[in-house]
């Protein structure tokens, strides 16, 4: 599952990214309000050249995303979509990657759509991820959403789903996540890999 969901990830940003104007590109993205557009595209090129090339010492840390971004601060950033795809080409030939991989390209895809003003990641490409995870990380939650309730915990939870999905990937607050309609008690501190959110993130 994870191969697929990051080569037709990529296929997308790089369809969704490429000829973007300098505006566009210089643009804070909402959700990374530490990176641009061009900065986000230079993160999903260097983890991709890291995969293939075993220089991965330090993933995932903060660190080893700002080298990314570091080394590749003046390439323009239709040549950094291009190094993507060489370096994807590469992947996809592999037999298996890391589902981190694929996940943090499906995560950066819905926030350089909301930082370009394009339509949300399509339900199909996230549902599938969310229905994975929300069992094995709120393993005593069942989780009531738009299209079924996943897991059969004693806690029950009742959320869209798309917003749990960002939630997992530190895309809301505290605040908003306490105000999902949950019973007693509300295991918040569970639910984001990454640190929530300071301030809330409306998309």
Wanted: proline residues 6%; negative net charge; contains cysteine.
């Amino acid at each position: 599952m994870f191969e697929e969901i990051y080569r037709e990830a990529r296929q997308r940003i790089v369809g969704l990214t490429m000829g973007l104007t300098a505006e566009e590109l210089g643009r804070v993205v909402p959700a990374c309000p530490e990176w641009t557009v061009h900065q986000l595209i230079a993160h999903l090129a260097g983890g991709a050249s890291d995969l293939v090339s075993g220089r991965t010492e330090g993933a995932p840390s903060d660190e080893w995303t700002a080298r990314h971004v570091a080394e590749r601060a003046d390439v323009p950033a239709d040549d950094l979509l291009e190094q993507w795809n060489e370096s994807g080409t590469r992947i996809d030939a592999m037999e298996r990657i890391p589902f981190q991989l694929a996940m943090d390209a499906i995560t950066h895809e819905a926030d350089l759509r909301a930082a370009l003003g394009r339509e949300r990641l399509p339900d199909a490409v996230w549902q599938p991820t969310l229905v994975w995870m929300a069992p094995r990380r709120l393993t005593d939650v069942t989780v009531k959403t738009e299209f079924g309730a996943l897991g059969d915990g004693p806690i029950t939870l009742e959320v869209d789903g798309y917003e749990l999905w960002r939630a997992f990937f530190g895309r809301r607050s505290r605040r908003q996540m306490e105000s999902w309609n949950w019973s007693d008690p509300a295991p918040i501190d569970r639910i984001p890999f990454f640190p929530s959110r300071t301030t809330d993130l409306v998309e």
